[in-house]
């Protein structure tokens, strides 16, 4: 098993910053990679980012690209999502999620565990 706690959210304006991170409990971090992913209202939940077990291999969707950073912390059991120059269309509540492979994959149904979800208004 594994717990999934993400904070950072929070109503910024567009071009601003955020970090959200995810703190893992339980199996070990190591051992699972780690994603990010976001539903709008009225959308599907749609993928982000992803990191993989070891950290060596990121993945990330068009739309975040050059924008967006993933990374993890081993020490602290924690992954990270840098958002710069944030813009309307990425309002979303954001999950963290973990899954057991190797590497970080796009699909939301590779993912064993979820977080609850962190809210990212980004006004304009």
């Known amino acids: 098993q594994v717990q999934l706690v993400e904070s950072g959210g929070g109503l910024v304006q567009a071009g601003d910053s955020l970090r959200l991170s995810c703190a893992a409990s339980?199996?070990?971090?190591?051992?699972?990679?780690m994603g990010w992913f976001r539903q709008a209202p009225g959308k599907e939940r749609e993928f982000v980012a992803a990191i993989s077990r070891r950290g060596g291999g990121t993945n990330y969707a068009d739309s975040v690209k050059d924008r967006f950073t993933i990374s993890r912390d081993y020490v602290k059991n924690t992954v990270y999502l840098q958002m710069n120059s944030l813009k309307p269309e990425d309002t979303a509540v954001y999950y963290c999620a973990a899954a057991r492979t190797v590497v970080p994959s796009r699909s939301s149904l590779e993912y064993n565990y979820w977080g609850q979800g962190t809210q990212v208004t980004v006004s304009s």
């Open positions: 339980g199996r070990t971090f190591s051992s699972v990679a």
